[in-house]
Nanobody, 126 residues
Framework: QVQLVESGGGLVQPGGSLRLSCTLS????????MGWFRQAPGKEREFVAA????????NHADSVKGRFTISRNNGDFTIYLQMNSLKPENTAVYYC???????????????????WGQGTQVTVSS
């Protein structure tokens, strides 16, 4: 069983920054791809960014490239999402997700991910 716990959400003004964190705990050892998705009210869940188990592969949605950066610290099974130049349209619940995979290709579709966190709210507003 895999558990994912997110933190770091909150209220920020347009143009500001936030850093989200997600820590994975599992009963079985395995390489995990980890990623971030978000869901705004009335919209479908959408891919934000993902990173391979060894950080050799990353993928960022076009809408966040150049502003958001995903990274990971395998020492404590934690990933981060550094979000800069935030916009009101980035307001959403951000979810951490993971699946077992031992190569550098990372998937962007939600159904590929086996485990999900509870989500953390990010609100961008003046």
């Amino acid at each position: 069983q895999v558990q994912l716990v997110e933190s770091g959400g909150g209220l920020v003004q347009p143009g500001g920054s936030l850093r989200l964190s997600c820590t994975l705990s599992a009963q079985t050892f395995g390489p995990y791809v980890m990623g971030w998705f978000r869901q705004a009210p009335g919209k479908e869940r959408e891919f934000v960014a993902a990173i391979s188990y060894d950080s050799s592969g990353t993928n960022h949605a076009d809408s966040v490239k150049g502003r958001f950066t995903i990274s990971r610290n395998n020492g404590d099974f934690t990933i981060y999402l550094q979000m800069n130049s935030l916009k009101p349209e980035n307001t959403a619940v951000y979810y951490c997700a993971a699946y077992k995979e031992a190569n550098s290709v990372v998937h962007t579709i939600p159904r590929r991910y086996e485990s999900w966190g509870q989500g953390t709210q990010v609100t961008v507003s003046s």
